[in-house]
Every structure is written in C-alpha cells, then in structure tokens.
C-alpha cells in the first residue's frame, strides 16, 4: 500500500508540473548525441562528456517572453554543454549504453563489453555491477538557466517494465540556482527471480553572494537498487516449445518457485541484491581578487576576476551492501554451486562509511582567463566498516594537485591532475593524469591525446577478514597498476569521430569463478579502437555506423569481442514545419567470445573460458522517434533477431549474455521525453 501511495503522490506531481509547462522552441538537426558514446572527450579524470553537436541545442536569447538560455557543466568539471534535443539516437537518453550488456532485464547487473577497468585510487567497497544506473557527484548536471526548466520522460515496455525521469531546475534570483532529479527503473522481467526496482533521487543547490566572492554547492543523492538473480536457466534449450511463448515458466537456477511474482507493485526481493547508497557534498570556496562593473543600457552589472581561491568541501557517505536468499533451495545449491545450505535463509552484508575532508587553494594567473588556474590540495578520509556489524576503521591523507590552462582562443586545452595517497591504510595508492586537446581551423573539430596511471589497492571485497562476502582468496594482492594512453579526433564537417585506447595492466585482480579470485602479476595489454561515421545515403536516408575493435596481448584473463559495431539506417527529416522525423533499424553485432559470467552471491563478473557466443545472432530492432517543438516521441521494436521458424514461427530464438543467462525476447517500447519552460 505505501508504494501504491508513492506512485499515486508522483502522477499527481507529474500533473501538476504538466500543468505548469509552456512550450520551450528549440533549433532542431539530426546527429548522434553522442551522450553515451565511447568516443566522447574526456578530461583527465576519465569523465565523458558530450560531443559539440552544433543544431541539436536548446539555446535562446531573445527578449521574447518564453526565451531561455540553459546550459550546464557536470560537477567538479568546467567544460560547459547545452541541452541536447536530437532524436536521432534513442540510448542519448536511456541510462545504459548499447556496449553494455546486462542479466536479462532492465536494472539487472551490467558490464560494458568495451575494456573498461576501475581506475580510480583509494578505498573501495568492490560492487560495480549496478554502477550504470546510479547517481554520483561526477555525473551530475550543474544548471544555468534563466527560467524553470522541467523535463519528463516516461518509457514504458512489455512485460510491465516502467522507466520514470524527471528533472527540474530553476534559478531563484540570478545567484542561485535549485535542481532536482528523480529516476525510477521497475521491471518485473521476462524470466522467473529477475524483477528490479530502482530509485535514484539527486537534489543539488548552488549559491553565489551578490560580491560573487563566495559560492556553495550542495549535493544530496540517494541510490537504491534491488535486482533479483536467478542465477540463469538450469537448460539453455529449454527457451522453446513453451505454451504461450511466456519464458516466465523456464526453470532458473536460485529462488523458491513458490515466492516468483510478476506484479508490478511488488518490490520485495526473496533471493537477490539489494544496493543503496547515499552521499551528502558540501563545497564552499572564498575567492580574492578584482572587482569590476560593466554598464549597459543604463543597468550596472557587477563584475568579479577571482585571483585566488580558498576551496573547501566536506563529502559523507553511506554504503550499504546486501545479497540474501530467503527461501535457499537446497537441490539448486548442490547441483549447480557443489554448496550445501540445509535449508537456512542467509545474507551476506558489507556496510561502509566514508568521511572526506578536502581544503585546496586554486589560483589563477589571468584575471580574463578563468581556465588557466593552478589547484593544490590535501583531504583527510575517515572509513569505517565492513561485513555488518563488524566494524574496520580507515584514516587515509592525500594530496592532490591540478593545472588547467585553456587558451584564450579556446584553440588549446591542457589538463594534469593527480593524487597522492601520502599516509594511512591506501599509502602509496595514486591517480595521474594529462590531456592535450587542439581545436581545428574554423572549429571543424578537435584532436585529443591523454595519458593516465593508477595505482590502487585491491577492492574491500576481496579481503576476507573485512568482507563479509564470499570470496575466496590465497593470501593478501599487490597493488594493480593500470595506465591507459588515448586519443580521439573529430572531424565535424566529415561526421567522423576515431578514438584509441591502449591499456598496460599488472597485478590484475580477478574473479576465476562464483567464489574464487586471483591476481596476475605479469603485464597484458589491451588495444581498442573506435570510430563513428555518419553517412549521407539520400535526401533523408542516412547511415550511422559505429566500430569497436578490441585485441588482448599477453594471455590476459580478459575476454572481449574482436568487433563490436551497431549500425543504424534512418529515414529523417523535417516535414510540417514543427515536426522532425527519425525511423528505420539498427543492428548490433559482435564477434563470438567467451563473456564473463555472473556471481551473484558477491555482485562479481568472472572469467570463464568454456561457454561462447558463436550461436548469438545480430541484434535487431526498429525504431520509430519523433520531436514536435519539445515533445519527444519514441517507439521501438526489439529483438526481431528471435524470430525463429523452427518453433512455429515464433519469436524464441535467444541470444545469450553469459553462460545460461539468455536475453530477452521480442520487446516493444514506447515512450517520451518532454521539456517545458515555465
């Protein structure tokens, strides 16, 4: 009763701002987006962001009553964007990217199939199978706007599967600004014991004093994610001959059949994870320098050129970690884990706090230049805890330095940052990174080339005296050292992007199984490279291509796709003045290899060399997006590949993810995505 009385509390929410809204008129085009694109440019923290699409923008500034000017840059970053209204790319706006690949339904556990190792220094906990569906600090949006802006997206698919986004931003008086995100992901799933619920909650408040001497930022997030795991199929033919086609009767691998559901408002997990975090971030900085007016049209503005600046940020978090199983099927355990479990309900449960204090002082040589500066810094991190209740305490000092200088023709861009683990339980962890970017003649595009190196202690989860989760380990690991060099150009009037990455791994930690991990101290190496080209075939056909290829060195324990590519054929256009137009297909396809598998009862992807994809077919689906002003219209086909003869000409051919964990079947979808300007 309380969720139905939450999803009633936020239609009439929803109604209400829908009440509210007044067209927003925004300059349309078609291009990819790009937002979730491996060949987006990066700053030296490895952050994504956007590619300049020029025409696919929301930007006015007219005196007009309903005009707006909104952009945004994401936090801890000052590369500023603007609002995206292309519908030619549907995964813009879906929160996971087409190169990742899931367990078998919308909010399950996910992994990129794109070689992309954790390379951050310092503690942490060890879970990122559910990372691409969480709000963090380094994705969030951080708006300018002159006037309320609230966006609605509402997706729904087969199988009752619901996907909610609303964002609304607002500045109150021209120094402050507030933002609000709310996200709701619920699946019930195809296949027994894989529903999911997430919600995501982001709330940010920034202020500026009259004197622009002083600002804060606050940010508050809250994740939580409940994904049930069924360990796969006990049979992978067992996909056909089923009355009503429904898969919902192909026996799993974990979970009582007694406690399977697929009503929509039921949220409890019985056999599965259940993930929630929530992150408190509070910023204040304080800078000395020039203060200055402008006079236009008789009104004053006041003007400030910071020289330095005291930089403060306190950051708490909560971490909360859980795989349970209510109702263990004892048979199940034996026969497929060679685990005795007597019946017993148990749960596995890490919990951590983190405590981080950060004072910096950042100056800047220019007074007209705001993107040349000089950061230095040190924080104190204050851990604690472990497998629930047991309690482990951490205290960790870094230090921390950063230089940016963007020239003032905005031609060159340089960027280092680094940290240093100095002290404390992670000494001698450490981050570094550079990039170089060059704008081309007449903004045509851009080149890009960085480098980075890790050296990070291995994750909480793999220490047995501190994780309560089962992994199996011989002994203490060294420290990983990752480093990663890249480029990427873009060339606009071509529609071309191409991005390398090339990876040198040592001491690589790894899982080998449902329970046991192991280190490989030899050094491998990863190749990839990407490109993107957009092909003019007629008047409105265009092609859209994406490759990937990847290539390991070294007898890794990694395995990834030789080729990875998506192609999208769509008719488009602008027709009826108001109304823009992209329909067609899209294909994606990789090469056969042998995926990781999946452990749910430690939320870890590992190595297996037996299983492989070599009878997967190329995915497709059909798409159909509209925009009318600013009302974004999407339908979609999915896995037409399942089509399958044999079977009486339905559609029960599977591709599988990973050993026993078959993908879904045909899909349909249809959704929107609605912007308005109050």
């Known amino acids: 009763m309380n969720y139905r009385r939450s999803v009633y509390t936020i239609c009439f929410l929803l109604s209400v701002l829908c009440g509210l809204r007044a067209w927003a008129q925004d300059d349309g085009g078609f291009s990819p987006s790009g937002a979730t694109s491996n060949l987006s440019r990066f700053d030296p923290r490895s ?5 300049d699409t020029t025409g696919d923008k929301l930007q006015h500034r007219d005196p007009l009553a309903d005009s707006i000017t909104i952009s945004y840059h994401f936090f801890d970053s000052a590369r500023t964007y603007k609002i995206d209204s292309s519908i030619s790319d549907f995964y813009s706006r879906y929160p996971v990217s087409y190169n990742y690949t899931d367990m078998g339904n919308f909010g399950n556990a996910a992994r990129p199939m794109i070689f992309s190792p954790y390379m951050k220094a310092g503690f942490d906990p060890g879970f990122h199978g559910y990372d691409v569906y969480k ?12 006037r309320p802006y609230t966006e609605l997206a509402y997706l729904l698919g087969s199988k009752s599967e619901q996907y909610i986004d609303v964002v609304h931003t607002q500045n109150r008086k021209n120094n402050v600004n507030l933002g609000f995100e709310y996200r709701l992901i619920n699946a019930p799933g195809a296949f027994k014991n894989s529903n999911t619920s997430d919600n995501n909650i982001r709330v940010s408040l920034g202020y500026t004093s009259k004197n622009k001497r002083y600002s804060i930022t606050l940010l508050s997030l809250s994740n939580s994610m409940k994904s049930s795991d069924n360990g796969g199929i006990q049979d992978d033919k067992s996909t056909t001959g089923l009355n009503f086609n429904d898969p919902f009767v192909v026996p799993v691998r974990l979970g009582n059949a007694s406690s399977f559901s697929r009503n929509f408002f039921s949220t409890s997990i019985n056999t599965g994870t259940i993930y929630k975090s929530n992150e408190f971030l509070l910023r204040q900085t304080y800078d000395l320098g020039q203060s200055d007016s402008l006079v236009v049209d008789t009104i004053t503005y006041r003007l400030f050129y910071p020289r330095i600046r005291f930089q403060y940020t ?15 099927v004892d048979s199940l355990y034996k026969s497929f884990y060679h685990v005795v479990m007597n019946g017993r309900a148990y749960a596995y449960r890490d919990l951590w706090y983190k405590l981080t204090n950060d004072f910096s002082i950042i100056s800047y040589p220019e007074k007209n230049n705001p993107n040349q500066f000089l950061k230095l810094g040190t924080g104190y991190e204050l851990i604690s805890g472990g497998y629930y209740p047991y309690i482990k305490k951490y205290n960790n000092i870094y230090f921390a330095a950063e230089y940016r200088n963007r020239t003032r023709n905005k031609k060159w861009d340089v960027e280092l940052a680094g940290r240093l683990y100095g002290t404390g339980s992670y000494a001698g962890d450490y981050e570094a990174a550079i990039m170089l970017e060059r704008v081309l003649n007449n903004n045509t595009g851009y080149l890009q080339a960085g480098f980075q190196n890790v050296n990070k202690s291995a994750a909480a989860v793999f220490n047995n005296s501190v994780s309560a989760f089962p992994v199996i380990t011989t002994g203490s690991f060294n420290k990983q050292n990752i480093s990663r060099a890249y480029a990427s150009f873009n060339f606009s009037k071509l529609d071309l992007s191409l991005r390398g990455d090339y990876y040198i791994v040592g001491n690589y930690i790894y899982m080998d199984d449902f329970f046991k991990a192991k280190q490989q101290a030899a050094l491998f190496n990863v190749l990839h490279v990407g490109a993107e080209k957009k092909l003019k075939l007629a008047k409105h056909w265009n092609w859209y291509i994406e490759v990937h290829a990847q290539q390991t060195a070294g007898n890794p324990p990694v395995n990834v796709p030789l080729l990875l590519t998506r192609n999208r054929f769509a008719f488009e256009g602008n027709f009826f003045k108001n109304l823009f137009l992209s329909t067609g297909f899209e294909v994606r396809y990789n090469t056969p290899y042998k995926p990781d598998n999946y452990s749910p009862f430690n939320g870890q992807f590992f190595y297996q060399d037996t299983f492989s994809t070599r009878n997967n077919r190329p995915d497709i689906n059909a798409f159909l997006n509209i925009r009318i002003k600013s009302f974004k219209g999407f339908v979609r086909v999915e896995n037409l590949n399942a089509f399958n003869p044999e079977d009486q000409y339905r559609f029960t051919y599977y591709n599988f993810a990973a050993p026993h964990y078959p993908q879904r079947p045909f899909w349909f979808r249809f959704g929107f995505w609605w912007s308005f300007v109050n």
Do not use: A, I, V
């Open 314 to 328: 306190l950051d708490y978090k909560k971490d909360d970690y859980t795989f349970k199983d209510d109702y263990p």
């Open 135 to 146: 709000f963090t600090p380094e994705n969030t949006k951080m708006y300018s706007t002159t």
């Open 47 to 51: 952050r994504p962001g956007k590619k």
